[in-house]
């Protein structure tokens, strides 16, 4: 089982024509990614690496049954991209591109109050649900089949902690790239819903980094509902400089809140298992699936 995506999952890739879509869009399909068109506007009726062009998402949505959409938009008009989307009553929203303005984002924030879509990103690396469906722009090298999801602030980490769960034969259920950026769609607590909840995840990994806030709900939700599944936690920037900004947008420290500290706190207290070094994360979570 997976949250999110899956065999089953039809992708349309917004901004497919462009060169980072076109990219993207064959690296998914030759995974295997279901991938059934894409949308460009003005650019409805073509064909694009084998598929069909729509000049909406409504529309391409109503000729293939599209039920995910990755938007490959350039961040002046991905806000546009992604509140179209939720307006089609798109199910799932992958959205991989960065330095979207926050004003922007807190517009589509106010368009997914209530509807029915999934947001994951912006500046996310995507999600991936390894064997079965990549929406993103992560490395497939060393990920494995499994039960153990990750969520993630971190792409490059991500990568790390897949290489090393899978060497020491713990294969991925999914993946998720929650995003760098201050203002995104889902988070930790999201995920560890949707985790908790899914029959074929039975461990959970959380990449976090210092700024924001996500560790600290995730840590909330855990003390407020009792863990069934052994959580993993790594937290990086121990040694970034307070109010300094190191990366991410989000990765950003403000006299002492949001610090690498503070949240290693907060999940220690909620029962989660933390370790310190990106190396050490495969080891400890063989350790808590095997005492759980």
């Given amino acids: 089982m997976s949250i999110l995506c899956n065999a089953e999952t039809r992708l349309i890739v917004q901004g497919m024509t462009g060169r980072s879509g076109t990219f993207y869009t064959d ?30 998402v409504r529309e391409a949505m109503a000729e293939t049954s599209a039920d995910a959409t990755m938007v490959m938009v350039p961040a002046h008009n991905a806000a546009e991209a992604m509140i179209e989307a939720v307006e089609a009553e798109m199910p799932l929203i992958v959205c ?13 924030k106010d368009a ?41 602030r971190s792409a490059s980490l991500t990568s790390e902690v897949v290489a090393g769960l899978s060497a020491v034969g713990l294969g991925q259920s999914t993946t998720v790239g929650v995003g760098g950026d201050p203002v995104h769609g889902i988070g930790f607590q999201r995920c560890l819903e949707l985790f908790m909840a899914d029959p074929g995840t039975t461990g959970i990994v959380l990449v976090g980094e210092i700024g924001g806030s996500e560790e600290e709900q995730a840590a909330a939700y855990l003390k407020a509902n009792r863990a069934a599944k052994p959580v993993t936690a790594l937290v990086v920037g121990r040694h970034a ?30 029962g989660v298992c933390v370790v310190e070094n990106v190396d050490d994360v495969a080891q400890a979570m063989a350790g808590t699936m095997a005492a759980a």
């Fill in 96 to 108: 991989v591109t960065e330095r979207i303005p926050v004003l922007d984002m807190i517009r589509v």
């Fill in 27 to 56: 690296q998914a399909i030759t995974y295997g990614t279901n991938v059934v068109g894409g949308v460009r506007p003005g650019k409805g009726g073509k064909t694009h690496i084998g598929r069909p062009v729509f000049n909406t």
């Fill in 112 to 152: 997914l109050n209530g509807s029915v879509s999934e947001l994951v990103g912006p500046n996310s690396q995507g999600v991936l649900t390894p064997g079965a469906c990549k929406i993103g722009v992560m490395s497939t090298a060393d990920a494995r089949p499994g039960t153990i999801g990750i969520a993630s």
């Fill in 241 to 270: 400089p307070a109010q300094r900004r190191m990366g991410h947008a989000g990765t950003l420290s403000v006299f002492g809140s949001g610090s690498a500290a503070s949240k290693n706190a907060a999940l220690k207290s909620a």
